[in-house]
């Protein structure tokens, strides 16, 4: 009995096709994840400008303390 090669065939399209899928997330979850880094980036330099914008202003206040705020990158340092 011999086996018709039409189930070869298939079989090698059906690999083919499963790593084209596979490359295809492959390429959408790289896509996603340099996504995800551009924007946290975008938002650590955010928050470093708003941080920097509060301690001019709370330096800046006319109030009878005469504290000065520094940044928790500095505390510590001499």
Do not use: C, D, W
């Not at 059906?14 to 996603?32: F, H, T």
């Amino acid at each position: 009995m011999k086996i018709p090669r039409s189930i070869f065939v298939r079989r090698r399209r059906q690999r083919g096709s499963a790593v084209v899928v596979y490359l295809a997330l492959l390429a959408i979850m790289v896509i996603l994840a340099a996504a995800n880094s551009n924007t946290l980036l975008h938002l650590h330099r955010e928050l470093n400008l708003l941080e920097h914008r509060q301690i001019k202003r709370l330096n800046a206040s006319s109030t009878n303390v005469t504290l000065t705020v520094e940044s928790p990158a500095t505390m510590g340092q001499p």
